[in-house]
């Protein structure tokens, strides 16, 4: 791009007009000021058209939604003049700070999953004098993949199972009610009272416990609704997107647990499908990353009947419960899954509707927002209330808990041998 003029010369060109009109008489030595200006204008021009600027970017790796990495932009350059550089980014990409005078550095955070492209760097150059300047763009455009936040879901999944883990450092969550007696312990509050073994109490004089092992090698397939439900925002993130994070703390969670892990995506048609398989989290991660909710409604029977004729395993529904009205044709669908399959639906809780149902109004309009927001809330409980009596678990939780809540759920289910 060809130099232009900066600010500056229109700011001493202003000074010079005002010179003239201030001191009569003078027009030629101001006539005479304004053409140095102008030669001065043009040389810098010159100078700055014919230096060579490259910007050298840091590679930018596959990075986590909402953890920032570090990014740089380093210039090189010859001749004399400020460089600024500016960082163009999508909506889904922030680069903090995003422009800066001589080298940027700043750090790179992906606000939404998928693949994205992170434009070249935008660079404006000015001359020695400042009084012309040059915009141009350095670099290749470059692919960003933001995937959900893997590490975190395998920290989750170890902090959720931590207290069954044996002397190897292994999770033991396969133990429970199950088919192959493995040993009999002191009794917990939380035990099922099939597990007592009277005899054993008698004989120590304190409760004892039997502890089976449950078979190893089930099948949990999840069941990612992309709907247009699934589009809503809760603070910065969809629905979908919460409900993408909770399903790789859920995957890492069976993976761990010996189970197999597979997932459908479906809206109104099925959008992504992964057979369970062995040490399956990964996969199933990357399988569904990028997916996107679509704009309408979704077909649950359709979804249902590809995972209904399976043999038996546990389905995990990651849903939105919260529209009564919307979430009818699911709730009427459920049989197909329950009457086979043991089921847990994982829906995400909204705070912010919770805090208006229960705040205090201060206005008639915070008073009719909060009629809303209760009646709404009572809406979901109906919902969930129905999905418990078509034989479903329900688990609800706020965004920040929703993965542990999911893990904790499954877990549930392997200690009463449901799954």
């Given at each position: 791009?060809?130099?232009i003029?900066?600010?500056?010369v ?7 007009a005002?010179?003239a ?6 027009w ?7 053409a140095v200006?102008?030669?001065l ?19 930018v ?8 990495v570090?990014?740089?932009a380093?210039?090189s350059?010859d001749?004399?003049g400020s460089?600024?550089l500016r ?6 990409l922030?680069?903090v700070?995003s422009?800066s ?5 700043g750090?790179l ?23 012309a300047s040059r915009?141009?763009?350095r ?9 959900p ?7 989750t999944?170890e ?6 883990m044996?002397?190897?450092?292994k999770i033991?969550?396969r133990?429970?009610i ?8 002191d009794?917990s509050?939380d ?13 120590t004089?304190?409760p004892?416990?039997n502890q089976?092992r449950?078979?190893e090698?089930?099948d949990?397939?999840?069941l990612v609704?992309?709907?247009r439900?699934?589009?809503a925002?809760?603070?910065s993130?969809?629905r979908?997107?919460i409900?993408?994070?909770?399903l790789?703390?859920?995957a890492v969670a069976a993976e ?7 997932v459908v995506?479906?809206?109104a048609t ?7 398989r062995?040490r399956g989290a990964e996969?199933?991660?990357r ?7 679509t704009?309408?409604?979704?077909d649950?029977?359709?979804?249902f009947g590809?995972?209904?004729?399976i043999?038996r ?5 990651f ?9 009818s044709?699911?709730i009427d669908a459920l049989?197909?899954?329950?009457s086979?399959h043991?089921?847990?639906a994982?829906?995400?809780a909204d705070?912010e509707?919770?805090s ?11 008073a009719?927002?909060?009629a809303a927001?209760v009646d709404?809330l ?7 209330e129905l999905?418990?009596?078509r034989?479903?678990?329900v ?10 809540a999911a893990?904790d ?9 449901l799954?």
């Amino acid at each position: 791009m060809t130099a232009i003029p900066t600010r500056r010369v229109a700011l001493l060109l202003g000074v010079v007009a005002v010179l003239a009109v201030a001191l009569e008489g003078v027009w030629g030595l101001a006539a005479g000021l304004g053409a140095v200006v102008l030669g001065l204008t043009i040389a810098d021009a010159v100078a700055v058209a014919g230096r060579r600027i490259d910007v050298e970017r840091s590679a930018v790796p596959t990075v986590v939604r909402g953890v920032g990495v570090p990014f740089e932009a380093k210039i090189s350059a010859d001749g004399q003049g400020s460089i600024r550089l500016r960082q163009p980014v999508p909506p889904e990409l922030s680069v903090v700070p995003s422009d800066s005078v001589g080298d940027l550095e700043g750090e790179l955070v992906g606000s939404h999953r998928g693949v994205h492209v992170l434009p070249r760097t935008a660079i404006r150059a000015s001359g020695p004098l400042g009084l012309a300047s040059r915009d141009l763009y350095r670099g290749v455009p470059t692919q960003v993949v933001v995937m959900p936040d893997l590490p975190r879901a395998r920290r989750t999944a170890e902090a959720r199972a931590r207290g069954r883990m044996g002397e190897t450092g292994k999770i033991r969550s396969r133990l429970g009610i199950g088919t192959e007696f493995e040993s009999i312990r002191d009794y917990s509050p939380d035990d099922d009272v099939r597990l007592i073994n009277w005899t054993a109490t008698a004989r120590t004089a304190r409760p004892m416990s039997n502890q089976y092992r449950v078979d190893e090698n089930r099948d949990l397939v999840c069941l990612v609704d992309a709907g247009r439900l699934m589009a809503a925002p809760l603070g910065s993130a969809t629905r979908l997107d919460i409900a993408l994070d909770a399903l790789a703390a859920l995957a890492v969670a069976a993976e761990a647990a010996g189970d197999r892990v597979g997932v459908v995506a479906f809206g109104a048609t099925i959008l992504k499908y992964l057979a369970p398989r062995r040490r399956g989290a990964e996969a199933v991660v990357r399988a569904v990353f990028d997916l996107e909710p679509t704009e309408v409604d979704s077909d649950y029977e359709l979804a249902f009947g590809a995972v209904g004729s399976i043999k038996r395993a546990l389905i995990v529904l990651f849903t939105d419960l919260m529209d009564e009205a919307a979430s009818s044709s699911l709730i009427d669908a459920l049989p197909m899954l329950t009457s086979r399959h043991a089921v847990m639906a994982v829906s995400c809780a909204d705070a912010e509707l919770r805090s208006v149902a229960y705040g205090e109004p201060a206005r008639l309009e915070d008073a009719l927002r909060q009629a809303a927001a209760v009646d709404l809330l009572e809406s979901t409980e109906r919902s969930i209330e129905l999905a418990r009596r078509r034989g479903s678990s329900v688990v609800e939780a706020a965004p920040d808990g929703l993965g542990a809540a999911a893990v904790d759920g499954y877990l549930r289910l392997k200690r009463r041998a449901l799954v």
